[in-house]
């Protein structure tokens, strides 16, 4: 006996993705849309170290470039959490590499040339930023009772405070070259 197959239509309708949450319609919405911007930030904070990463230079560059591989690895695995929590928000995530440069806060670096002090001094800045826009969306997620996304935060805080502080001691005492 053969089964008869259920025909599969494709959802085209925006409403096909919401996730149903007990928080409200406008809440998720700020919450997601703030989320979005993180997950921008990250993925561009992710490209320039690894942009960083393999255009390091100098004496110290073996130290330096395991830094930044093992900074950009921590930055990537953050993105995906944060893109899935958007989505169990009922809100759509970014779609396109367009999306991620216009709601991305963390500015590219295309510089020929970026010595070793220099690109530890502009990702310092960059995690500084991330960490104090994470604090933002923290608190918009509080405001919004949102504690599954505030919970999420509280844990890409720390690790972004602690890339922070790696860069701060790597960056101590170099001369403007790196070394």
Not at 1 to 12: A, G, R, S
Not at 46 to 67: A, E, V
Not at 145 to 166: G, M, N, P, Q
Request: charged letters at 30%; proline letters at 4%.
């Amino acid at each position: 006996m053969q089964k008869t197959k259920t025909p599969i239509t494709p959802d085209t309708e925006r409403s096909a993705l919401d996730t149903p949450t007990d928080l409200e319609k406008q809440s998720t919405m700020k919450v997601a849309a703030e989320v979005n911007k993180l997950v921008a930030d990250a993925l561009t904070l992710y490209l320039k170290t690894k942009n960083f990463h393999w255009h390091m230079s100098g004496p110290h560059f073996r130290d330096y470039h395991l830094l930044l591989d093992e900074q950009a690895a921590q930055i990537y695995a953050s993105v995906d959490p944060l893109a899935e929590r958007v989505r169990k928000l009922g809100q759509p995530t970014l779609r396109s590499i367009g999306h991620i440069a216009k709601l991305s806060r963390i500015k590219d670096n295309n510089e020929d040339f970026v010595s070793p002090y220099g690109m530890l001094c502009e990702l310092l800045e960059d995690n500084k930023t991330m960490a104090e826009s994470m604090r933002n969306a923290h608190k918009l997620c509080d405001d919004n009772d949102d504690i599954a996304t505030a919970s999420l935060l509280e844990v890409y805080v720390d690790e972004t405070e602690k890339r922070t502080w790696f860069l701060f001691e790597a960056a101590r005492g170099a001369d403007p070259g790196g070394h």
